[in-house]
């Protein structure tokens, strides 16, 4: 009988103090070549099947094989065209809660001011991050230096 306050754990309907079934004991060579046998017959069974999936007709392919409408078909290539440069800088936030970046004032601000802000870029693309915040996204209008907060024109009259 266990003692005041254990208890004796019994999983299955067998009597208390019954020792249960252990699994016969493997070598761990002996393991590892159960498994390296099965998991190469079981790729020469994926193959086998691989084989004969893709170069049987199907009838939803008009009659087509899978690897016919695979060779048909044009395939990627790399983009082509300006290499767009990348990267990632730091750049003070301004008491006014402008950054300085690539020969353009960006407009954060004045939450932002005296922050440390992460510049992430490719090309034109540009996103300003502060700590774990997104302050700003935008493509650089090289047309004018300072980049504003709005694309909007204020102007007297409408």
């Keep these: ?17 019954t020792p249960h079934p252990q699994p016969p004991k493997r070598s761990s060579s002996t393991g590892l ?6 998991l190469a017959a079981l790729q020469q069974l994926l193959d086998e099947y691989r084989q004969e999936y893709n170069n049987r007709r ?3 392919l008009d009659g087509q094989t899978p690897q016919q409408r695979y060779d048909a078909r044009p ?9 767009r440069p990348s990267g990632v800088t730091t750049r003070p936030v301004s008491a006014t809660g402008v950054i300085a970046f ?4 960006i ?6 001011a005296g922050h440390a802000a992460t510049v992430y870029w490719q090309g034109d693309r540009v996103t300003v991050m502060v700590d774990d915040m997104v302050a ?21 009259k409408s």
């Design 1 to 17: 009988m266990p003692a005041h306050g254990s208890r004796q754990a019994n999983s299955s309907n067998a009597p208390p103090n």
């Design 33 to 38: 070549d159960y498994c390296s046998k099965n």
């Design 58 to 60: 199907h009838q939803s």
């Design 75 to 83: 395939k990627a290539t790399p983009a082509t065209g300006p290499h």
């Design 102 to 105: 690539s020969g353009c004032s």
């Design 107 to 112: 407009v954060l601000g004045r939450t932002w």
């Design 136 to 156: 700003r996204q935008l493509t650089l209008d090289r047309s004018v230096r300072y980049q504003r907060l709005t694309n909007q024109k204020l102007s007297g």
